[in-house]
């Protein structure tokens, strides 16, 4: 029997349970883990997936009509396991959360991920490989359908790993869609089907691709469903949660682009060599707000910039030296999903692109090679 319930038992013989004023209130998620979800689901019976709404859409009712000890009681217990209860009144108001966000991660400093994987496994109650792989996709989309305390209880979660944390309610977001077509009677058809769900929407077309701005959501999830349907192949992103490199194309040699250079990061020593090497990528890991900022700011000054986002990326690693070589193998093996044939060649053969990585996965392989004496670079593929 769990320690909640012997207390609730405990209570019960002494003043009894039911039958009170008092009202108890899961405000927040808190601290606590994704284990800690069965005591929830002793207050509230149904199915895990009941406790986990409640949880994740707090502020929820988890009782009322308890006598104050017992509430009070629960209240202890609950707030040991980590998550934020009160205790008040059965009539005073309440408002409950509402499930409206969606939350993705933003890790910076590759030397916290190990730690940031371990919280995310903890928060959701997966295993590590799966949250490795959550953490490290673009965009690292830890949970959705949650309310604002838990967005806040995220934050300060992870906040002790220096973690950016990407909000967004899906229903208000704009969202952009990449449909790779290399066929023209396909495109045809598809660019027919984006033209009747959304007429306003600005098609960009390349030979491998339509690339479709600015869709609301209706209009997203329209388009998704058709798409899926006739089995094309299709991605579409939130805005919001989506990052980029942004690449300065073209730009005139003023004293104000170079102002935009240094206030992008680049040392004023090496602003010559940057305006002499166009294109290239004068600011990383940018939300879509600084995106547009920094794109109206070039412009303004008469340069051209241009933003990429990490969805649409995929990096390899180049192996210059290795040290370590069955080390170097296992971890490409174990950390980058590489089959052992294909890390071990990539290991004897050096020089040579290997991987199909995310930006983060390639970063942080990038980081833990070099503790074992690897040279490794990273390159878009």
């Given at each position: 029997m769990s320690p909640l319930m012997t207390a609730s038992a405990t209570v019960s013989d002494s003043v009894g349970v039911f039958g009170g004023e008092t009202r108890l209130v899961l405000e927040s998620v808190g601290t606590a883990d994704a284990a800690a979800l069965r005591a929830i689901r002793q207050l509230v019976p149904g199915a895990i997936s009941d406790a986990a709404r409640?949880?994740?859409?707090?502020p929820s009712e988890l009782r009322a009509g308890l006598h104050?000890?017992?509430?009070a009681e629960m209240q202890r217990l609950l707030q040991g396991l980590g998550?934020?209860?009160?205790?008040?009144?059965a009539d005073t108001a309440f408002e409950p959360g509402v499930g409206e966000?969606?939350?993705?991660?933003?890790?910076?400093?590759?030397?916290?991920?190990?730690?940031?994987?371990?919280?995310?496994?903890?928060?959701?109650?997966?295993?590590?490989?799966?949250?490795?792989?959550?953490?490290?996709?673009?965009p690292a989309v830890l949970v959705s359908h949650v309310s604002e305390a838990t967005v806040r209880a995220v934050e300060n979660r992870f906040a002790p790993f220096g973690v950016d944390i990407d909000v967004s309610r899906p229903r208000d977001a704009r969202y952009y869609a990449?449909?790779?077509v290399d066929n023209a009677a396909v495109r045809r058809v598809v660019i027919d089907m984006i033209r009747a769900i959304a007429p306003e929407a600005v098609i960009a077309e390349s030979d491998a691709a339509l690339v479709v701005e600015n869709l609301g959501f209706a209009a997203a999830e329209a388009l998704?469903?058709?798409?899926?349907?006739t089995g094309a192949r299709a991605s579409i992103c939130n805005r919001d949660l989506e990052r980029y490199d942004v690449?300065?194309?073209?730009?005139?040699?003023?004293?104000?682009?170079r102002d935009l250079l240094v206030t992008c990061g680049v040392p004023r020593r090496l602003v010559d060599r940057v305006l002499g090497n166009l294109p290239l990528v004068i600011q990383q890991n940018v939300s879509y707000t600084e995106l547009q900022t920094l794109l109206d700011r070039a412009a303004a000054l008469g340069a051209v910039a241009t933003g990429v986002p990490y969805a649409f990326q995929r990096f390899a690693l180049v192996l210059r030296s290795v040290g370590d070589p069955p080390a170097v193998a296992k971890l490409l093996a174990s950390l980058g999903d590489l089959p052992e044939s294909a890390a071990t060649e990539a290991v004897a053969r050096r020089g040579v692109p290997v991987g199909n990585f995310t930006r983060t996965t390639a970063l942080w392989l990038q980081h833990v090679l070099a503790g074992q004496g690897c040279d490794a670079g990273v390159e878009i593929r």
């Open positions: 409640i949880v994740y859409q707090a104050a000890d017992a509430a998550f934020c209860v009160s205790v008040s009144r966000f969606e939350i993705a991660l933003v890790v910076r400093k590759m030397e916290t991920l190990p730690a940031v994987i371990t919280e995310a496994a903890a928060f959701l109650g997966t295993d590590l490989p799966t949250a490795r792989r959550l953490v490290c996709r673009s990449v449909i790779p998704w469903e058709r798409l899926r349907r690449s300065l194309t073209q730009a005139p040699d003023t004293p104000e682009v």
